[in-house]
């Protein structure tokens, strides 16, 4: 899953690869980490959703990821993107 953002004048990269199940962000050409393909926890999860919130300027940006319940990484999964609690896209994908 590939997105892009644009916040407060800034383009915002959003990447989660469905194989390693890393998920980054890119700002301004720095590239940061919301789920590293090291953590266990990445891979296995009895959680159906997880919130990731981060601030960038004066905007609070929040991202929900939901899984499907069986055989989550063969299927699609579901990506909510909020800016200061208004949804602004959501897309559902590998």
């Known amino acids: 899953m590939k997105t892009i953002l644009e916040i407060?004048?800034?383009t915002v990269e959003f990447e989660r690869n469905w194989f390693t199940g890393s998920f980054t962000y890119t700002i301004n050409?720095?590239?940061?980490?919301?789920?590293?393909s090291l953590n266990?926890?990445?891979h296995f999860s009895v959680q159906l959703?997880?919130?990731?919130?981060?601030?960038?300027e004066n905007s609070i940006v929040?991202?929900?990821?939901?899984?499907?319940?069986?055989?989550?990484?063969l299927r699609k999964h579901?990506?909510?993107f909020y800016i200061n609690k208004?949804?602004?896209?959501?897309?559902e994908s590998m």
């Open 49 to 56: 959703s997880r919130a990731y919130e981060l601030q960038i």
């Open 8 to 10: 407060e004048n800034q």
């Open 29 to 36: 050409g720095a590239r940061k980490t919301l789920d590293s």
């Open 40 to 42: 266990p926890f990445t």
């Open 86 to 91: 208004q949804l602004v896209k959501e897309i």
């Open 62 to 73: 929040t991202v929900i990821k939901t899984r499907p319940l069986f055989f989550a990484g």
């Open 78 to 80: 579901n990506y909510k």
